[in-house]
């Protein structure tokens, strides 16, 4: 490994871990005690959610493309799915950037529907 390598992994480990550091904070100081049993429900319940539904359900869907995708689009010899090109890379980094902004504003939604029935 680069000394580059090295320095950037720890740079960006360092503002990981303040960033945590900040938001653990603020949420400790800012959300009122009687809700912080509320949010450790709801913490558990979405890594339960996700262990119990999401993740199995995403190596499902995975499984059931490679099986189906057709075989000109796959390199047998290493097991892996080969891109046609830089444009079907360039769709897949847009598609998934609008889940995670949708998924991102459907959340927001959520918390403040919430909030206006608390």
Same mark, same amino acid.
Do not use: Y
């Given at each position: 490994?680069?000394?580059?390598?090295?320095?950037?992994?720890?740079?960006?480990?360092?503002? $990981?871990?303040? %960033?945590?550091?900040?938001?653990?904070?603020? %949420?400790?100081?800012?959300?009122?005690?009687?809700?912080?049993?509320?949010?450790?429900?709801?913490?558990?319940?979405?890594?339960?959610?996700?262990?119990? /539904? /999401?993740?199995?359900?995403?190596?499902?869907?995975?499984?059931?493309?490679?099986?189906?995708?057709?075989?000109?689009?796959?390199?047998?010899?290493?097991?892996?799915?080969?891109?046609?090109?830089?444009?079907?890379?360039?769709?897949?980094?847009?598609?998934?950037?609008?889940?995670?902004?949708? $998924?991102?504003?459907?959340?927001?939604?959520?918390?403040?529907?919430?909030?206006?029935?608390?």
């Amino acid at each position: 490994m680069s000394a580059a390598t090295v320095w950037s992994r720890r740079v960006l480990v360092l503002a $990981g871990t303040a %960033a945590m550091a900040w938001w653990a904070w603020l %949420a400790l100081t800012s959300v009122p005690s009687h809700w912080w049993l509320l949010w450790a429900v709801w913490l558990a319940g979405s890594v339960a959610l996700n262990d119990a /539904i /999401i993740a199995p359900l995403v190596i499902v869907l995975g499984w059931l493309v490679l099986v189906w995708l057709p075989a000109l689009a796959r390199d047998r010899t290493r097991g892996r799915v080969v891109a046609d090109g830089p444009g079907r890379v360039r769709a897949g980094v847009v598609l998934r950037g609008a889940v995670l902004v949708l $998924g991102t504003l459907l959340l927001v939604w959520f918390v403040a529907l919430w909030s206006a029935a608390r």
